[in-house]
């Protein structure tokens, strides 16, 4: 079975700084791959997906993710961390199970905090 | 404005009462899926549906009921519910099944506390 691995459950970092949060993904073969973000009371959104193609991936609000096959990784960054970022980010891996259906198996998430 | 809904947002009740947890898309998406998600845990399946009639379970089914009638409603059903179900829930929706590389799309999470 596919797994995630979300390395820190907290994240603090200060306002302007680099957003480093770390996914490493246990697959023989490349997996579709995504980041989520959870907002306090809010429901999951997609913040950027890598299918297939070129390997750095843009999403919004300035975050963007690399995929590392070698690595087996998927770490999501940002060059200045902005106030608005605080929430809870969740790594995901899509691959193939039976029946012909992809399944979503997600990490354990990353909580991020920004100090003013 | 397409999302998916979730009635209700919260619900507290007791040992036993069975409950219904609802959840409706307007994105004529085919599959549909219920999480649970446990600090510590993050999410993790209960149950998914490949289309109308067409159901299965994920990683922790036990307890959990669902049925597929319309393409747009995923009900999440719990017959005798325990604290251990104690959750926040999200329903989602991705246009496909086939396609892993299509995102799936959230509803806004209910909580539940069962005592």
């Known amino acids: 079975a596919q797994s995630v691995t979300q390395l820190g459950s907290h994240v603090s970092v200060s306002e302007g700084a680099l957003v480093l949060l770390r996914c490493n993904y246990s697959?023989?073969?490349?997996?579709?791959l995504f980041w989520y973000v959870q907002y306090p009371n809010q429901g999951l959104q997609l913040l950027l997906k890598y299918t297939t193609g070129a390997t750095l991936v843009k999403g919004i609000n300035g975050f963007e993710a690399e995929f590392k096959k070698s690595e087996t990784s998927f770490h999501l960054t940002k060059p200045s961390a902005h106030m608005s970022d605080a929430a809870e980010y969740f790594c995901?891996?899509?691959?193939?199970?039976?029946?012909?259906?992809?399944?979503?198996?997600f990490g354990k998430g990353t909580k991020l905090s920004v100090i003013p | 404005e397409a999302q998916v809904t979730q009635n209700p947002r919260y619900l507290i009740t007791v040992t036993g009462k069975k409950l219904t947890v609802t959840c409706s898309q307007n994105m004529n998406h085919e599959y549909m899926s219920w999480y649970r998600q446990d600090p510590g845990l993050g999410l993790r399946q209960i149950y998914y549906s490949m289309n109308v009639e067409v159901t299965d379970k994920g990683d922790v089914p036990e307890g959990y009921k669902v049925s597929r009638k319309e393409k747009r409603n995923f009900p999440l059903i719990l017959e005798s519910p325990s604290p251990n179900q104690t959750s926040l829930y999200f329903c989602?929706?991705?246009?496909?099944?086939?396609?892993?590389?299509?995102?799936?799309?959230f509803g806004p999470g209910t909580r539940l506390t069962v005592l």
């Open positions: 995901a891996v899509s691959d193939l199970r039976g029946a012909g259906s992809y399944q979503l198996t």
């Open positions: 697959s023989s073969v490349p997996p579709y």
């Open positions: 989602a929706s991705s246009l496909s099944k086939l396609a892993g590389g299509y995102e799936q799309f």
